[in-house]
């Protein structure tokens, strides 16, 4: 039976004795692995109670396993839900209680913290994997057979769910579906003219869209290998630039590696392709990394909702400070935010986007799906930007309140939130300011009630037990008032202004 997304990433006739990724343990996977070993999860997760729809949440660190259980989702029809590891109890409880999986896979060594938020959410199991590929999962999968029949799935059907921050405070589950990731990945495999020549350095985490859809997929569908890094170190990706093709990465990356001695021509002699993206990349990054090794970064965009949108070109200028021109098949447009009117060459609007890679809706929040689409089906990213007189697209900011840390989303409110419910705090403002690293730092600016003994150690203490570690602020500042314009609303550009300088960068 066909299976939309899982007869295209691994068709039957695919060479099965190629190795697709090779860990830095030297464990190698082949195809013909990711075929049988993803068939035998698929059976102990059909015995689990696993059926076409369902929704599998996983939270575990980056192993060729966790690879294999999306593949095994696949071949179910489950809906795979893939959760950042840092991420808290409290914040875990909420992705569960809203989305309802049949079972959730987690490390064995949160278990028995994350086992209430599963059964408030009425979780049938709560199944382990670690990161060296073991737990109560593979136990499961363990002496079955090497085929599976796979799940009858046509393009329309959900292949994935993945939160994205909310501007409310509450994330919201971006529905993705087979023709979703389908298109995408073939559109980015063809631009990018990835080959069964390419050995591309995976340094990302595999639970956001670009580590997980945009890397493995588009490795897969041209049966390219990866080496697989538990995660970014530069020193590690030095040692591996002589064996690899290709890097994939967020901004930080490319800073750090720019700032690493050993950086030059000869070192990335036998690369062909360094691709950024998730977080705007500095024009000054994109030369220095230029001037440094003769290679120029190709930097894309896109959104978990909608996967990639524009890339700058293979072949031709790949521009500093563009995103380049809409994939094959995606149409964009510059518009007016408030009424979705098309604006001239030039002109700056909110970015917005229609095509086959264009998410299916947030569950649960038909409303919120309602007001994010304009009437004509156009998505509007709430990112603004231009384009100019050559169709490069430039992103110039964001229209929605968010801070992208280290290529991590974090929203504002989620945090200010948090932070305005501690006991002798006033009301904060969260912000985003320029950091040499991370391009954004999280930053808190807390009034404290007359007289409250609030330190800012206590506070970070305090918000590390509610929020994913990446989200606390770096630094959190307090001060008497938070400046306020003539309708007493906090004027966020007047703290950026005043703490630009506070990391230094
Ligand atoms: C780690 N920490 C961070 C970040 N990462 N803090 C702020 N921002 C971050 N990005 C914190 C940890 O919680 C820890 O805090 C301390 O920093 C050190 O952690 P470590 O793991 O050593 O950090 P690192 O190795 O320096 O990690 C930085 C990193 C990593 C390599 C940039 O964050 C990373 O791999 N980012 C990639 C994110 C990504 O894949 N984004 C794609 C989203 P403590 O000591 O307090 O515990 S998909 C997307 O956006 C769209 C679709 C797109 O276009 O791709
Ligand atoms: P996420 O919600 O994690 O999917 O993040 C998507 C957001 O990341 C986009 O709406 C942009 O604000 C930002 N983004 C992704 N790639 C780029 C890029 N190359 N330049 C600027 N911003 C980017």
Not at 70 to 79: H, S
Not at 114 to 119: E, G, M, Y
Not at 177 to 194: I, K, M, P, Q, V
Not at 439 to 448: D, H, K, N, P
């Amino acid at each position: 039976m066909s299976n939309h997304l899982f007869d295209r990433l691994l068709p039957q006739d695919i060479e099965q004795s190629r190795v697709f990724i090779t860990t830095e343990h030297g464990h190698d996977l082949t195809f013909g692995d990711l075929l049988t070993q993803s068939a035998q999860l698929a059976q102990g997760l059909a015995e689990a109670g696993v059926k076409p729809g369902d929704v599998v949440a996983v939270q575990v660190e980056k192993s060729p396993q966790a690879v294999l259980l999306m593949l095994a989702c696949l071949r179910l029809g489950a809906v795979f839900l893939p959760l950042n590891t840092a991420y808290t109890a409290p914040e875990v409880a909420y992705f569960l209680s809203d989305s309802r999986p049949k079972v959730f896979v987690c490390d064995p060594s949160r278990l028995s913290e994350l086992t209430p938020a599963a059964n408030s959410a009425d979780v049938a199991h709560c199944l382990t994997l670690d990161a060296s590929g073991e737990g109560s999962l593979m136990q499961r999968a363990t002496g079955r057979s090497g085929t599976f029949a796979n799940a009858a799935r046509g393009p329309d059907d959900l292949a994935a769910l993945l939160y994205t921050s909310g501007t409310t405070g509450r994330s919201k589950g971006a529905m993705l579906t087979h023709a979703n990731l389908a298109s995408n990945a073939e559109a980015l495999r063809g631009l990018w003219r990835f080959s069964r020549d390419d050995v591309l350095i995976h340094a990302l985490p595999i639970y956001h869209t670009h580590g997980l859809f945009v890397a493995i997929n588009v490795a897969l569908l041209a049966q390219a290998r990866l080496l697989f890094l538990p995660r970014f170190d530069v020193n590690e990706i030095m040692s591996l630039l002589p064996k690899a093709t290709s890097l994939m990465g967020v901004p930080t990356f490319y800073t750090r590696l720019v700032a690493h001695p050993g950086l030059n021509a000869a070192a990335t002699a036998r690369m062909r392709l360094f691709i950024s993206g998730s977080a705007p990349l500095l024009a000054e990054t994109h030369r220095e990394f230029s001037t440094k090794t003769g290679h120029a970064i190709l930097e894309r965009y896109g959104m978990t909702e909608t996967g990639m949108i524009t890339s700058n070109p293979y072949d031709g200028e790949r521009r500093p400070g563009t995103v380049g021109f809409p994939l094959p098949d995606v149409a964009i447009r510059v518009a007016e935010p408030a009424t979705g009117a098309r604006l001239a060459q030039g002109e700056i609007g909110v970015v917005e986007v229609r095509g086959p890679n264009v998410f299916k809706g947030y569950l649960n929040m038909p409303e919120k799906t309602r007001e994010e689409f304009r009437a004509d089906g156009f998505f509007i990213t709430g990112d603004l930007g231009f384009i100019d007189a050559q169709n490069y697209l430039h992103i110039i900011g964001r229209g929605k309140d968010l801070v992208i840390s280290g290529g991590f989303n974090v929203y504002p409110k989620e945090i200010e939130s948090e932070i305005d419910a501690l006991e002798g705090v006033v009301e904060s403002a969260v912000i985003g300011v320029a950091h040499p690293d991370l391009g954004e730092g999280v930053t808190a600016i807390v009034v404290a009630k007359p007289g409250a003994q609030l330190a800012p150690d206590a506070i970070l203490a305090s918000l590390k037990t509610r929020l994913a570690s990446y989200k606390c602020p770096k630094r959190i500042i307090m001060v008497e008032d938070l400046p306020r314009n003539t309708m007493g609303k906090v004027q966020k550009n007047v703290l950026r202004q005043t703490y630009a300088g506070l990391y230094g960068g």
